[in-house]
């Protein structure tokens, strides 16, 4: 009797823990939402007109936890070698891999519209790859990273999330976001998914430095007595993303709602290529769609839990969740191009918190089976060569110049990484026997 008590009481005490932790968490983000709003007219992460929601979505406080393959995908998964040299592919593609790569910002290529929104099966077309807004491209990047590296820093203030980051403006009047975070693992989670996004060709996310906190040099000099103020560590290594303006929330479309995926008869659940509204769709709901393909892809093999999964957690106990905003994902106000921010929940953090996200990680990635043909070529060649990890720090350390300061994945989650290309590389085959017109 007593042992079954002493269970039972066990049980109780557990079950309260877990309570407060979730109202807890719930509390924080409310917080950090609601400072957002109010400080959009400077951070530029929501639009002033958005109507305020403060139902809870994310779950940043989980970021303080401890510690059968084919050769081939049916002559349309074509592989084009990352270091852009041609090499022998596991199929043969009928187009060269290619990037919408142009640095006048938002102009868009004319062409004829698309006769069909996908093609081979389950690829979105040709004109709508042209067409989805440029994203932060390759020589962009570079260009900002080297300006910012050389700015100094002559302001800092909230703006940027939680309290413990800042939104830093530089001295020729531009901004970044500075993470300080609670620990190491948040600014190297943000750091290496920014370089994995760059590994895939995904271009929405925001360019990023590393840079270390020294009160005494040219860039932080200025700001000596508000890095005092806010307690940041002497010489840390801390992670700065370029700012961007003019943002607002962006809600999940109707055929990601339905987590379940694969139906066939063209009205089924999850984005696949026979849905009926698919084909009837604006191009601007067309190219929205093609960029949320990417993110689920992303957000896959980086194991982030702290965007669409989410919400998809959230279903458990709120049946809407699906229809809120996704977090950490913004719309620039005049374009659809879509900005993945607040990475840090990937890779590291992602994959040693793993086994409580996979179920939901996997239902996120079931709901869709269209793919850009440029995204789906990545991952099969990281998929054939299987050096996801190798080449993902090969990248990081030839583009950041504190890499060795900050560390790179233990062996474990490089496995990890290549795991997870390889899991969304069967799904993407799984789709295409589904969906191929022969």
């Keep these: 009797m007593r042992v079954v008590s002493a269970n039972f009481f066990a049980l109780l005490f557990m079950c309260t823990c877990a309570s407060v932790f979730y109202v807890w968490s719930t509390l924080e983000n409310r917080l950090e939402r609601y400072k957002r709003r109010l400080q959009s007219l400077n951070a530029g992460y929501f639009h002033p007109d958005q109507s305020t929601d403060l139902s809870s979505k994310t779950f940043r406080a989980l970021l303080a936890v401890p510690v059968a393959q084919r050769a081939h995908l049916g002559g349309r998964l074509g592989v084009h070698n990352l270091t852009g040299e041609r090499d022998q592919p596991v199929s043969l593609a009928s187009r060269d891999y290619h ?8 102009t868009q290529r004319e062409g004829p519209k698309f006769a069909s929104p996908v093609e081979d099966g389950i690829f979105w077309s040709e004109w709508l790859e042209n067409h989805i807004p440029l994203g932060f491209t390759e020589e962009y990047a570079r260009s900002w990273r080297e300006k910012a590296r050389g700015h100094r820093i ?3 203030e909230p703006g940027c999330g939680r309290i413990s980051n800042q939104l830093a403006t530089f001295s020729d009047g531009t901004k970044a976001c500075v993470r300080y975070g609670i ?13 994995l996004a760059s590994l895939l060709g995904i271009t929405n ?5 590393l840079a270390r906190l020294d009160v005494d040099s040219d860039q932080w000099a200025a700001v000596r007595r508000r890095i005092d103020g806010l307690q940041w560590g002497e010489r840390a290594v801390v992670s700065l993303t370029k700012w961007v303006s003019n943002l607002t929330g962006v809600a999940i479309p109707a055929p990601l709602r339905q987590v379940s995926g694969g139906g066939a008869n063209g009205t089924g659940s999850g984005l696949h290529p026979l849905r009926t509204d698919l084909w009837n769709g604006t191009t601007r709901e067309l190219l929205e769609l093609a960029q949320w393909t990417d993110l689920l892809a992303f ?10 999964v989410s919400n998809v957690f959230s279903l458990q106990w709120d049946a809407r969740a699906m229809e809120r905003d996704a977090s950490n994902l913004l719309r620039e106000a005049a374009r659809s191009r879509l900005v993945f921010v607040d990475n840090e929940a990937g890779l590291v953090h992602g994959f040693r918190v793993l086994r409580m996200w996979e179920t939901y990680h996997d239902a996120a990635l079931r709901s869709a089976c269209v793919f850009r043909r440029r995204t789906a070529r ?3 060649e990281l998929h054939r060569r299987r050096d996801a990890g190798p080449r993902l720090l090969q990248l990081y350390r030839d583009n950041e110049p504190l890499a060795g300061e900050l560390g790179f994945l233990s062996d474990e989650h490089a496995g990890v990484l290549q795991d997870r290309i390889d899991r969304l590389y069967r799904h993407m085959l799984r789709c295409e026997a589904k969906y191929s017109q022969g």
């Design 99 to 106: 990037m919408n790569v142009d640095n006048k910002g938002s």
């Design 183 to 195: 620990n190491a693992d948040q600014v190297q989670g943000e750091t290496l998914t920014y370089y």
């Design 299 to 308: 957000d896959y093999v980086s194991a982030n839990f702290d965007r669409l």
């Design 205 to 209: 996310v925001p360019p990023l430095i």
């Design 154 to 156: 002559v302001k800092l």
């Design 378 to 380: 990545r991952v099969a």
